[in-house]
């Protein structure tokens, strides 16, 4: 089957025409949400021929998938609980996107400090990190490396001195998390596939044959058009959900009809993460921190790469609401991590008017029917089907996305053979295409101190056209803030990344909601009148304030989320 390319817009204008094609269109796959795991199936489908379309009601990335630790990792911690598979699977992937966009995923080391009479000593953790190295085939950014108590004071003197008997460093990789699932939408729309966000799957449309019900279809609404009550059905042989936090829900409308009836498909388990100025938290290497008394980690993460810079201290591990809608970060989870980083860096004495941001996302772990900790349930995805032949999947890590799609579309393979479906001859497998719409520059693996080192590190060979867009629109190219070229970085991502909302911009597309105490409210105004410019309307029509006054609403909603 020929696989169709499209051009390289990826706008409001490419979502209008795909809404139209909707219309008359039976696909071959109906992909419902817009997190990485989601654009990496359309992605993967449409690479093998299939005609597919992507139904996302929120922006890519809305929910888990832009609220992770924003690591590219094995996973050392799993080697506790003997998921050598799923390590060895992350390791491989880790050495995969560090080849093909190296400027969104870049090696970052981590130090390990250890401490006299803690259950994870120097001998135990040695033996873990050969073992990490050896399950990577050494194909790693450096070997770990040991530590003595004094070497390890001397290049960390934050750390805590007493009773540190030495420490380990090793090597992961940090990640733009948002930005890779946008980058797997913009590919997949490449590919042909009919990609359109804030277009909500209300309802199932039901087939019934005799005594078996299928699904061919959904009725959605298109959330950008108010003034509109009706729906759109979007037909489709194969439907796959791949909804994260919402699939019990999504289950729900399809009449209870998962694999599982009796019980939630989903163990659910918040993750909370606390972001520090630089200047407050000022260490330049990433830290794996072990926590004692629950045998959880923690890990503080510098991330100079965005914008000013910043300091991530995470994660928090804790059951989650029933409605992922509700999910916000809870006092207990904020003093947690401040707790931690207080013991391992006592004379920061880290205060909550410290945190001027926060990140809260739901893992979607497969329930396994035990009653098994949180901490213990697997990170392994599971996909199954429902009686009425709905494709659905569970857990996994962020790092194995690819490998969770080539499973997904497989098993829509395999189904379609069930029922005798033709498809036009074999169906290639699964292709190892290009993951970034726009590779990187060689200068964006380079330092990060470097000029315009942002624009290469978050947008790879893009970042030359935001430079030379932002020369035509005579902006300047510098910014004290760590956001050159603001204006034209709008520009480029409402007509390149389908920013349809200026909250889309602020809260995924670059970090100005998450580095700045701000939240960057002083731009609100100006921004929204390019918006408005980019989106065909006067700069200082009504639409514009509109949209300025929504992204304000939209901010003060996630300082409640995320409990600032």
């Given at each position: 089957?020929?696989?169709?390319?499209?051009?390289?817009?990826?706008?409001?204008?490419?979502?209008?025409?795909?809404?139209?094609?909707?219309?008359?269109?039976?696909?071959?796959?109906?992909?419902?949400?817009?997190?990485?795991?989601?654009?990496?199936?359309?992605?993967?489908?449409?690479?093998?021929?299939?005609?597919?379309?992507?139904?996302?009601?929120?922006?890519?990335?809305?929910?888990?998938?832009?609220?992770?630790?924003?690591?590219?990792?094995?996973?050392?911690?799993?080697?506790?609980?003997?998921?050598?598979?799923?390590?060895?699977?992350?390791?491989?992937?880790?050495?995969?996107?560090?080849?093909?966009?190296?400027?969104?995923?870049?090696?970052?080391?981590?130090?390990?400090?250890?401490?006299?009479?803690?259950?994870?000593?120097?001998?135990?953790?040695?033996?873990?990190?050969?073992?990490?190295?050896?399950?990577?085939?050494?194909?790693?950014?450096?070997?770990?490396?040991?530590?003595?108590?004094?070497?390890?004071?001397?290049?960390?003197?934050?750390?805590?001195?007493?009773?540190?008997?030495?420490?380990?460093?090793?090597?992961?990789?940090?990640?733009?998390?948002?930005?890779?699932?946008?980058?797997?939408?913009?590919?997949?729309?490449?590919?042909?596939?009919?990609?359109?966000?804030?277009?909500?799957?209300?309802?199932?449309?039901?087939?019934?044959?005799?005594?078996?019900?299928?699904?061919?279809?959904?009725?959605?609404?298109?959330?950008?058009?108010?003034?509109?009550?009706?729906?759109?059905?979007?037909?489709?042989?194969?439907?796959?959900?791949?909804?994260?936090?919402?699939?019990?829900?999504?289950?729900?409308?399809?009449?209870?009809?998962?694999?599982?009836?009796?019980?939630?498909?989903?163990?659910?388990?918040?993750?909370?993460?606390?972001?520090?100025?630089?200047?407050?938290?000022?260490?330049?290497?990433?830290?794996?921190?072990?926590?004692?008394?629950?045998?959880?980690?923690?890990?503080?993460?510098?991330?100079?790469?965005?914008?000013?810079?910043?300091?991530?201290?995470?994660?928090?591990?804790?059951?989650?609401?029933?409605?992922?809608?509700?999910?916000?970060?809870?006092?207990?989870?904020?003093?947690?991590?401040?707790?931690?980083?207080?013991?391992?860096?006592?004379t920061l004495k880290l205060t909550r008017e410290d945190v001027i941001s926060a990140t809260v996302g739901i893992r979607p772990l497969f329930n396994p029917g035990s009653q098994s900790t949180l901490q213990s349930v697997s990170r392994e995805h599971h996909i199954d089907v429902t009686r009425s032949g709905v494709?659905?999947?569970?857990?996994?890590?962020?790092?194995?996305?690819?490998?969770?799609?080539?499973?997904?579309?497989?098993?829509?393979?395999?189904?379609?053979?069930?029922r005798a479906y033709s498809y036009g001859g074999p169906m290639p497998p699964s292709t190892h295409h290009p993951d970034t719409s726009a590779p990187a520059n060689p200068s964006a693996v380079g330092d990060l101190n470097s000029k315009h080192a942002f624009l290469n590190s978050r947008y790879g060979s893009d970042?030359?056209?935001?430079?030379?867009?932002?020369?035509?629109?005579?902006?300047?190219?510098?910014?004290?803030?760590?956001?050159?070229?603001?204006?034209?970085?709008?520009?480029?991502?409402?007509?390149?990344?389908?920013?349809?909302?200026?909250?889309?911009?602020?809260?995924?597309?670059?970090?100005?909601?998450?580095?700045?105490?701000?939240?960057?409210?002083?731009?609100?105004?100006?921004?929204?009148?390019?918006?408005?410019?980019?989106?065909?309307?006067?700069?200082?029509?009504?639409?514009?304030?509109?949209?300025?006054?929504?992204?304000?609403?939209?901010?003060?909603?996630?300082?409640?989320?995320r409990g600032l």
């Amino acid at each position: 089957m020929e696989i169709r390319n499209r051009g390289s817009g990826f706008s409001h204008r490419e979502r209008k025409a795909s809404l139209k094609r909707m219309i008359d269109t039976e696909y071959d796959l109906l992909v419902v949400g817009g997190g990485i795991t989601g654009t990496a199936t359309a992605r993967d489908a449409a690479s093998r021929g299939l005609k597919v379309a992507l139904l996302e009601r929120g922006d890519f990335a809305c929910r888990t998938s832009s609220n992770s630790s924003k690591l590219v990792h094995g996973g050392l911690r799993y080697l506790e609980n003997f998921e050598f598979k799923l390590v060895f699977e992350s390791l491989s992937e880790r050495a995969h996107l560090l080849k093909v966009a190296p400027n969104m995923v870049r090696p970052m080391p981590f130090v390990i400090p250890v401490y006299k009479g803690t259950s994870r000593g120097m001998g135990l953790l040695s033996l873990g990190l050969w073992l990490y190295d050896t399950l990577s085939l050494f194909r790693t950014p450096g070997r770990h490396q040991r530590y003595s108590r004094k070497e390890l004071m001397r290049e960390h003197p934050l750390v805590d001195s007493e009773n540190l008997v030495g420490g380990f460093q090793y090597y992961d990789a940090s990640m733009w998390d948002d930005v890779m699932a946008v980058e797997a939408a913009r590919a997949a729309s490449r590919l042909g596939v009919d990609v359109v966000t804030y277009f909500e799957a209300v309802k199932p449309q039901l087939e019934i044959s005799g005594n078996k019900t299928r699904v061919t279809g959904y009725f959605c609404r298109d959330l950008l058009d108010a003034e509109s009550t009706a729906m759109t059905l979007v037909r489709a042989k194969q439907i796959v959900l791949c909804v994260g936090p919402y699939t019990d829900l999504c289950l729900k409308t399809l009449g209870g009809e998962s694999a599982r009836p009796q019980e939630s498909v989903l163990k659910p388990s918040t993750g909370v993460h606390l972001v520090f100025e630089s200047s407050r938290f000022p260490v330049k290497t990433s830290y794996l921190l072990p926590v004692e008394k629950d045998g959880r980690v923690v890990f503080v993460l510098p991330r100079p790469d965005f914008g000013p810079g910043c300091v991530m201290v995470g994660t928090t591990d804790g059951a989650s609401e029933e409605n992922p809608d509700d999910v916000t970060v809870r006092t207990e989870e904020t003093q947690y991590l401040l707790d931690v980083a207080n013991r391992y860096f006592p004379t920061l004495k880290l205060t909550r008017e410290d945190v001027i941001s926060a990140t809260v996302g739901i893992r979607p772990l497969f329930n396994p029917g035990s009653q098994s900790t949180l901490q213990s349930v697997s990170r392994e995805h599971h996909i199954d089907v429902t009686r009425s032949g709905v494709v659905y999947v569970v857990g996994g890590k962020y790092t194995t996305h690819r490998q969770m799609a080539r499973d997904i579309v497989d098993q829509t393979l395999k189904i379609w053979l069930e029922r005798a479906y033709s498809y036009g001859g074999p169906m290639p497998p699964s292709t190892h295409h290009p993951d970034t719409s726009a590779p990187a520059n060689p200068s964006a693996v380079g330092d990060l101190n470097s000029k315009h080192a942002f624009l290469n590190s978050r947008y790879g060979s893009d970042g030359e056209k935001i430079e030379k867009l932002a020369s035509l629109e005579n902006e300047s190219c510098t910014d004290p803030d760590g956001f050159p070229c603001l204006l034209s970085q709008l520009r480029h991502c409402i007509r390149e990344e389908m920013v349809l909302k200026l909250e889309d911009f602020y809260l995924r597309r670059i970090p100005l909601f998450l580095v700045r105490r701000d939240h960057g409210l002083p731009w609100v105004d100006q921004l929204s009148r390019v918006w408005a410019q980019e989106m065909g309307y006067e700069p200082n029509s009504k639409e514009a304030k509109d949209e300025a006054a929504a992204l304000r609403s939209a901010i003060e909603r996630e300082r409640k989320i995320r409990g600032l």
